[in-house]
């Protein structure tokens, strides 16, 4: 069973559109969630949410969590073509050694 | 400043062929390392990590293995390829002892077993 769910897979927007991605997560022993930018090769850390309703924004990058509901949701205002990577999800448990499970990931594209 | 070298690029390996991969780490110490696999379409899946030299974990059994010779080289290895191992390979790192921080990742290893 997947424990980190994004969705949707894909979306395809214009250019100044507003988008919202969304990650579900279910795990034991919960310590934080991250998301991450993946355009060709490494993966780019955005964010990483610990505590629930405290928004994280840098630009027109915003996220949320909801630890009660278990989930994350990453909003990206006046969308640029430069916006266009996959998104990825991750959640790290309490245990040793800091690994991250991630979801499937959302592909978002920003036509012009 | 900290960065993480992964290399090659690509690579186009036989089935049957074996296969090394090797991940550095400049600019810090004792780091805990990640080999993530992403096969297209998925997200990563956590193959190996280790918190120091010569400790390893393997997070699924699989046709591949880590090793750790040096602090801060990480080495991903099989003897011999299968088709299912194709897929980008993405070494990591992050801060021992500071167990609530990111991942930072290299640029990866795209490998094609024909």
């Known amino acids: 069973e997947d424990k980190v769910v994004q969705s949707p897979l894909s979306l395809v927007v214009h250019e100044g559109d507003t988008v919202t991605l969304n990650c579900s997560y279910e795990v034991t022993n919960f310590r934080s969630l991250l998301w991450y930018k993946q355009e060709k090769k490494a993966p780019t850390f955005l964010f990483m949410l610990t505590s629930s309703g405290i928004e994280k924004k840098s630009g027109r990058l915003s996220s949320i969590l909801d630890k009660k509901e278990l989930f994350s949701i990453l909003n990206i205002t006046a969308t640029q073509t430069g916006d266009s990577a996959v998104y990825l999800c991750?959640?790290?448990?309490?245990?040793?050694?800091?690994?991250?499970?991630f979801g499937a990931g959302t592909i978002l594209r920003v036509k012009s | 400043s900290q960065t993480i070298h992964q290399w090659p690029a690509t690579l186009v390996q036989p089935v049957g062929s074996p296969l090394s991969l090797e991940c550095t780490v400049e600019?810090?110490?004792?780091?805990?390392l990640y080999w993530y696999r992403q096969a297209a379409g998925r997200g990563l899946q956590l193959l190996f990590y280790s918190v120091g030299i010569g400790q390893i974990s393997s997070e699924v059994p699989q046709n591949l293995s880590a090793s750790r010779p040096q602090d801060r080289q990480f080495i991903l290895s099989s003897k011999k390829l299968l088709l299912s191992d194709s897929g980008f390979y993405l070494c990591?790192?992050?801060?021992?002892?500071?167990?609530?921080?990111?991942?930072?990742f290299g640029n990866g290893t795209r490998l094609t077993v024909t």
């Open positions: 991750a959640v790290d448990e309490v245990e040793y050694g800091n690994k991250l499970v």
């Open positions: 600019g810090t110490s004792n780091p805990n």
């Open positions: 990591a790192w992050s801060p021992r002892g500071l167990d609530n921080s990111p991942l930072h």
